[in-house]
T-cell receptor, first 118, second 114 residues
Framework: DGGITQSPKYLFRKEGQNVTLSCEQN?????MYWYRQDPGQGLRLIYY???????QKGDIAEGYSVSREKKESFPLTVTSAQKNPTAFYLC?????????????????FGQGTRLTVV | LAKTTQPISMDSYEGQEVNITCSHN???????ITWYQQFPSQGPRFIIQ???TKVTNEVASLFIPADRKSSTLSLPRVSLSDTAVYYC???????????????FGSGTQLTVLP
C-alpha cells in the first residue's frame, strides 16, 4: 500500500534533549512538509522541501531542523532551542507544485506524532 | 503572503445541508482549491478539489464563483460523524517564485448536533 508513515505515534522528551521525528513516504512525491498543531489550533508550517537536498523554512522554523537526503524521507529534529515543543506534529507529502498536475495541492498526511516534554 | 479566511466554527443538526465558505482573494491563476477534513489526533484527509464552477463527488460538492476569490464546501445531510475541522487550502507562490508552500488557515470547526 502506498502512503506516508510517521513514527513514533507518541514521544516523550526531557527538557534539554533533542528528538527526531520520522516521516517516510512511498508515493513518489517530490514535496514534503512538516506542520505543528497545538490544541484547538490550525496547522502551522515548520519546514518544507520541494526536492532532495533542498528545504525551506516555514512560518515557525526556529528550534527545528530537517534534512532531505532521500526522496522518501524527511525527518524533523526538535532541538533544545525550541521553547515549547509539546504539540502534535504532522508530516505531509504532495507532487511538486507547479508541475501542472491537477493534484499538486492534494497533500497526503501521516497520522501524526504527539510530542510531550516531561 | 496571501491566506485563506474561514469561519471559526459552525453548528448544524443531523440531516441538514452545511455550507462552509472560504475566502482566498489572492489566489493565483494556476491554483486549485482543496478542502480537507480533520478529526482529533489524526492527520487531515482530502475531501474535494476544484478549479472553477462546481465539482461534486460522493461526499461533498464544491462551488467556485467565476472570480475564484472564494469557494463553498457543501456537505449534504450531515451526520454526527461529520463533526470535524474543515480546512480550505490553496497553493501559494512565495516571493522567490521558485517554490510553493501549502499553507493552511485556522479551519472551521463543524459540530453536528443530534
Amino acid at each position: 500500500d502506498g502512503g506516508i508513515t510517521q513514527s513514533p505515534k507518541y514521544l516523550f522528551r526531557k527538557e534539554g534533549q533533542n528528538v527526531t521525528l520520522s516521516c517516510e513516504q512511498n508515493l513518489n512525491h517530490d514535496a514534503m512538509y512538516w506542520y505543528r498543531q497545538d490544541p484547538g489550533q490550525g496547522l502551522r508550517l515548520i519546514y518544507y522541501s520541494q526536492i532532495v537536498n533542498d528545504f525551506q523554512k516555514g512560518d515557525i522554523a526556529e528550534g527545528y531542523s530537517v534534512s532531505r537526503e532521500k526522496k522518501e524521507s524527511f525527518p524533523l529534529t526538535v532541538t533544545s532551542a525550541q521553547k515549547n515543543p509539546t504539540a502534535f506534529y504532522l508530516c505531509a507529502s504532495s507532487h511538486k507544485p507547479g508541475t501542472g498536475l491537477k493534484d499538486d495541492t492534494e497533500a497526503f498526511f501521516g497520522q501524526g506524532t504527539r510530542l510531550t516534554v516531561v | 503572503l496571501a491566506k485563506t479566511t474561514q469561519p471559526i466554527s459552525m453548528d448544524s443538526y443531523e440531516g441538514q445541508e452545511v455550507n462552509i465558505t472560504c475566502s482566498h482573494n489572492n489566489i493565483a491563476t494556476n491554483d486549485y482549491i482543496t478542502w480537507y477534513q480533520q478529526f482529533p489526533s489524526q492527520g487531515p484527509r482530502f475531501i474535494i478539489q476544484g478549479y472553477k464552477t462546481k465539482v461534486t463527488n460522493e461526499v461533498a460538492s464544491l462551488f467556485i464563483p467565476a472570480d475564484r476569490k472564494s469557494s463553498t464546501l457543501s456537505l449534504p445531510r450531515v451526520s454526527l460523524s461529520d463533526t470535524a475541522v474543515y480546512y480550505c487550502l490553496v497553493g501559494f507562490v512565495i516571493s522567490s517564485g521558485s517554490a510553493r508552500q501549502l499553507t493552511f488557515g485556522s479551519g472551521t470547526q463543524l459540530t453536528v448536533l443530534p
